[in-house]
C-alpha cells in the first residue's frame, strides 16, 4: 500500500484491523491453552507419557489444519464477523464440552482391553478436535477481512500469522507456569470457554434473535449436561504442575487402616495409619530387609540415605521410625507431594532433609568434600513414565560417585513377566559400574503379566539368593537374575543406556501397548 492510501485508512478501520489482529492472538491462545491442560485431564486415565503428548499434539494439529483450509475456504465463500462469532461461541461450547464428553469416554476406555497408544488417541480425538478445527477457522476469516480493509498482503498475512504464533507462544507459557498450577485444569477449562464467548460477543452484534436464542440454548444445554454428568467434579484432591494427587482408602483386615497416594492413575505407595515401620508394599519392604542384610542393620544404626523421589514418602518414614539415628535426604521434583504426605498419609518431615529439585540435578550438585551415602534409593518411577536420565549410564555413574565403597544402590521398576527387557537393560548398564547386580522377586506369576522388580547394586559382597523379612509381614524374596537373564529377548541384543540412546518407551512397549495396560 502506497502513502497516499495510508493517509485515508481511517482510525476506525485501522482499529477494526487491530481487533482481528487480537482476536487471532487470543483464540491461538486459547487453543494452546487447551492443548497443555488435555495432558493435565486424561492424565488420570493414561497418565503422562511420550505416547499421550504425541497425541495430545497430533490430534491438535490435525485439527487446526482441517480448521485453517475450512476457514480459507469459507472465506473465498463471504464469510462475515457474523460467522466469526458463531465459530467463537461454537468453540467456547466445544471447548466446555470436552469436560462432558471425559465423562462418557472415560468409561468405556477403562472397562476396554485398549493400549495406550489408542487410549490416549481416543480420549484426545473426542474430546478436543473439534475446538481445534474450529479455532483454526478464526484465523484465515479475519486475515481475508483484514486484507479487505488494508490490501498490503505481505504486511497483513504476515503479521496475522505472527499474532497467532504468538499467541500461541503466550498460551503455552501462562498455563505451563501459572494457570494450573493455580486454577486447576477443570477451572481453566472453564475459564477458556468463557473467554472465547466474550471473545464472540463483538462480531455478533448484527445476529438475527432466533440464532442468539439458539446460541443460548446450545450453550445452557452444555453446561445444564456437563453438571448432571458431574463432568465438572474434579477427581484430583490435589493438582500440582506434576500430578493429580488422590489419597484413597486402603484398609484391609490382613493390616488394618491404611491410605494410599495416588499420582495420576497409579497407587504410588500405602501408608499405615499407626505403624509406619509396617510396610505394606512388597517391592518397599524388601528394599528395606536388603538393607538390613547388607549393613546388618540394627535400630541403632547411622546409616545415611538419599531417596531419588519421594512419593507417599513411605520409606522415609520407615527409616526415620525403626533408625532414630539414620539421616535422610529426600530429592521430590514436586513440593505438593511432600504437602499431602505432611497432611493426609501420617508422614512427619521433621530431620528429614528435603529438596524440591530433580534428583540427579541434585546428586551432580553434590561436588567437593561432602560425605557419600550408604544407601541411595530410586523410586520415581511409573510404568508409563520413566525418568529417562535416571536409569542412564551417566546417571549411575553420578550415584556411584556418591555412595561410600560398601554402598547399596536400590531401584524399582515396572516391566513384563518374563522378558523384562527394560529391566535387563538396565542390569546391563548397572554391570558397567557395580560388581553385584542382583534383581529380586517375591514371588513368581503363573503367566506373562507386568510386575515391579526390585534390582540391588553394590561392590561389597554377594547377596544370598533368597532374602527372608525380619520384621512386618512374613515375606520372601528370590534372586532371579539367572531366570530374566534366560528368558525372552538375549541380553546382548539389548543396549547398555545412556543419555544419548535411552529407548524406554521401546523396551516397554509389551506391556503398554498390551492388551488391558491400563
Known amino acids: 500500500m502506497n502513502k497516499a492510501f495510508l493517509a485515508v485508512l481511517s482510525p476506525?478501520?485501522?482499529?477494526?484491523?487491530?481487533?482481528?489482529?487480537?482476536?487471532?492472538?487470543?483464540?491461538?491462545?486459547?487453543?494452546?491453552v487447551l492443548e497443555i491442560a488435555a495432558g493435565r485431564l486424561i492424565a488420570p486415565y493414561v497418565g503422562v507419557s511420550i505416547y499421550s503428548w504425541t497425541s495430545i499434539i497430533g490430534v491438535i494439529l490435525a485439527g487446526l489444519s482441517l480448521g485453517n483450509w475450512l476457514g480459507g475456504h469459507w472465506a473465498d465463500k463471504g464469510a462475515g464477523e457474523l460467522g466469526v462469532g458463531v465459530v467463537l461461541v461454537l468453540s467456547a461450547c466445544f471447548s466446555l464440552a470436552s469436560l462432558l464428553f471425559l465423562t462418557f469416554v472415560a468409561?468405556?476406555?477403562?472397562?476396554?482391553?485398549?493400549?495406550?497408544?489408542?487410549?490416549?488417541?481416543?480420549?484426545?480425538?473426542?474430546?478436543?478436535?473439534?475446538?481445534?478445527?474450529?479455532?483454526?477457522?478464526?484465523?484465515?476469516?479475519?486475515?481475508?477481512?483484514?486484507?479487505?480493509?488494508?490490501?498490503?498482503?505481505?504486511?497483513?498475512?504476515?503479521?496475522?500469522?505472527?499474532?497467532?504464533?504468538?499467541?500461541?507462544?503466550?498460551?503455552?507459557?501462562?498455563?505451563?507456569?501459572?494457570?494450573?498450577?493455580?486454577f486447576g485444569t477443570r477451572k481453566v477449562i472453564i475459564g477458556s470457554a468463557v473467554c472465547l464467548a466474550l471473545l464472540a460477543l463483538p462480531y455478533l452484534r448484527k445476529i438475527r434473535a432466533k440464532q442468539a436464542i439458539a446460541v443460548l440454548l446450545v450453550g445452557s444445554g452444555v453446561i445444564g449436561l456437563t453438571e448432571h454428568r458431574r463432568?465438572?467434579?474434579?477427581p484430583c484432591q490435589w493438582e500440582s504442575n506434576y500430578f493429580c494427587l488422590r489419597v484413597d482408602d486402603a484398609s484391609d483386615p490382613n493390616y488394618g487402616n491404611a491410605v494410599a497416594l495416588i499420582l495420576d492413575h497409579l497407587i504410588h505407595g500405602i501408608n499405615h495409619v499407626s505403624d509406619p515401620e509396617l510396610l505394606i508394599s512388597p517391592y518397599v519392604h524388601a528394599m528395606d530387609e536388603l538393607v538390613k542384610v547388607h549393613f546388618n542393620a540394627d535400630p541403632g544404626s547411622e546409616l545415611s540415605y538419599f531417596f531419588a523421589g519421594g512419593g507417599a514418602y513411605t520409606?522415609?518414614?520407615?527409616?526415620?521410625?525403626?533408625?532414630?539415628?539414620?539421616?535422610?535426604?529426600v530429592a521430590e521434583l514436586d513440593p505438593t507431594v511432600t504437602r499431602v504426605v505432611q497432611e493426609a498419609l501420617f508422614v512427619d518431615i521433621k530431620g528429614m532433609n528435603i529438596i524440591h529439585e530433580d534428583a540427579r540435578v541434585v546428586l551432580q550438585k553434590r561436588t567437593g568434600p561432602r560425605e557419600p551415602f550408604d544407601v541411595i534409593v530410586a523410586d520415581a518411577f511409573h510404568d508409563i513414565s520413566v525418568p529417562y536420565h535416571m536409569v542412564t549410564l551417566e546417571f549411575i555413574q553420578t550415584?556411584?560417585?556418591?555412595?561410600?565403597?560398601?554402598?547399596?544402590?536400590?531401584?524399582?521398576?515396572?516391566?513384563?513377566?518374563?522378558?523384562?527387557?527394560?529391566?535387563?537393560?538396565?542390569?546391563?548398564?548397572?554391570?558397567?559400574?557395580?560388581?553385584?547386580?542382583?534383581?529380586?522377586?517375591?514371588?513368581?506369576?503363573?503367566?506373562v503379566t507386568r510386575v515391579t522388580y526390585v534390582i540391588s547394586a553394590q561392590n561389597e559382597a554377594p547377596f544370598p539368593?533368597?532374602?527372608?523379612?525380619?520384621?512386618?509381614?512374613?515375606?520372601?524374596?528370590?534372586?532371579?537374575?539367572?531366570?530374566?537373564?534366560?528368558?525372552?529377548?538375549?541380553l546382548e541384543s539389548l543396549p547398555i543406556l545412556t543419555d544419548d540412546y535411552v529407548p524406554v518407551d521401546r523396551l516397554l512397549s509389551k506391556i503398554l501397548f498390551g492388551a488391558g495396560a491400563l
Open 399 to 447: 550415584v556411584k560417585r556418591n555412595l561410600k565403597p560398601n554402598g547399596l544402590y536400590l531401584l524399582n521398576i515396572i516391566d513384563g513377566f518374563p522378558d523384562a527387557r527394560l529391566a535387563k537393560s538396565l542390569v546391563k548398564t548397572l554391570q558397567q559400574e557395580f560388581d553385584y547386580v542382583d534383581v529380586w522377586l517375591d514371588q513368581a506369576p503363573a503367566e
Open 231 to 234: 463432568g465438572f467434579a474434579d
Open 315 to 329: 520409606q522415609q518414614r520407615a527409616v526415620k521410625a525403626m533408625y532414630p539415628s539414620a539421616s535422610v535426604t
Open 107 to 182: 468409561p468405556l476406555l477403562q472397562s476396554s482391553q485398549l493400549d495406550l497408544i489408542s487410549s490416549s488417541f481416543i480420549y484426545v480425538m473426542s474430546m478436543f478436535f473439534i475446538p481445534s478445527v474450529l479455532l483454526g477457522v478464526v484465523t484465515p476469516v479475519l486475515t481475508t477481512l483484514a486484507l479487505r480493509l488494508d490490501d498490503r498482503l505481505g504486511h497483513i498475512v504476515g503479521r496475522m500469522n505472527a499474532l497467532a504464533a504468538l499467541g500461541s507462544i503466550f498460551g503455552t507459557f501462562i498455563t505451563g507456569y501459572w494457570l494450573l498450577q493455580y
Open 465 to 490: 539368593d533368597m532374602v527372608f523379612s525380619q520384621q512386618g509381614f512374613q515375606r520372601r524374596w528370590l534372586r532371579i537374575n539367572v531366570p530374566l537373564i534366560a528368558s525372552g529377548t538375549p
Open 12 to 32: 476506525s478501520t485501522r482499529r477494526t484491523v487491530i481487533w482481528y489482529g487480537f482476536t487471532i492472538f487470543l483464540s491461538s491462545a486459547v487453543l494452546l
